[in-house]
């Protein structure tokens, strides 16, 4: 859930990048960083070395900007493909905020991100009850690939009549900042958020 600190005026919003293996997860936690890490003293936490393709996950806390004069701080998580971690796959999600889901625009890895996108439905059902208040912005990755789908069989055959989806190539800084900010609108603009404690004194 996301927590709103009203001493310092900051929301915290806890966001899953999830998809099937290969996706692009980790490289839009590195996109994100990169396009950030100027303007922060954040770090990219990984616990198993970015380079071997982390088996668990990785974490990024990011800050996006302002919301009604609160600073707002987002802690990305990717969350593991493996099946035997499923059952953390719901307590991270429990608590979470909103999601990007990546679906790989690869035609050949078209099943994979069907069967992970079935998977995240159950694990929100399970989790949050209702599909339509959890925030998800679906992110068509992998469009430079030449054998890439068309983005309307995409949304055809993931049913996406009217989620927000953007395309992205991960890996070249296309699409990964506009994704996060999609999402992040649409978790603060249904939130409930206090007016500082400072108002109405300047
Ligand atoms: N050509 C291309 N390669 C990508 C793109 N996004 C990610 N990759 C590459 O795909 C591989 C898997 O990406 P990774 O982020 O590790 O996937 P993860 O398993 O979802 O974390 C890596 O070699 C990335 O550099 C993209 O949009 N285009
Ligand atoms: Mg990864």
Do not use: W
Not at 40 to 48: G, N
Not at 88 to 100: E, F, P, Q
Not at 181 to 192: G, T, V
């Amino acid at each position: 859930m996301a927590i709103i600190n009203e001493e310092n005026n900051e929301i915290h919003l806890k966001i899953l990048m999830i998809g099937a293996q290969g996706c692009g997860k980790t490289t839009n936690l590195q996109s994100l960083y990169k396009q950030t890490a100027g303007d922060l003293a954040t770090r990219l936490f990984d616990l198993h070395g970015m380079s071997n393709r982390n088996p668990f996950f990785d974490f990024l806390p990011l800050t996006l900007g302002k919301h009604h004069s609160h600073d707002v701080r987002a802690h990305l998580y990717t969350l593991p493909h493996h099946e035997l971690l499923e059952t953390m796959n719901h307590s991270l999600l429990a608590g979470a905020d909103g999601a990007v889901f990546i679906v790989d625009s690869r035609l050949s890895k078209l099943p994979d991100s069907e069967e992970q996108f079935r998977k995240l439905k159950n694990h929100i059902r399970l989790a949050h009850k209702s599909i339509a208040d959890f925030p998800i912005v679906v992110q068509f990755n992998h469009r430079d690939d030449p054998q890439a789908v068309p983005v309307d069989a995409l949304r055809i055959a993931f049913h996406l009549e009217n989620a927000p989806t953007v395309e992205s190539v991960a890996v070249q800084d296309i699409g990964t900042v506009e994704c996060l900010d999609a999402l992040a609108d649409m978790i603060l603009n249904h939130m409930e958020v206090p007016a500082p404690l400072d108002a109405g004194l300047g």
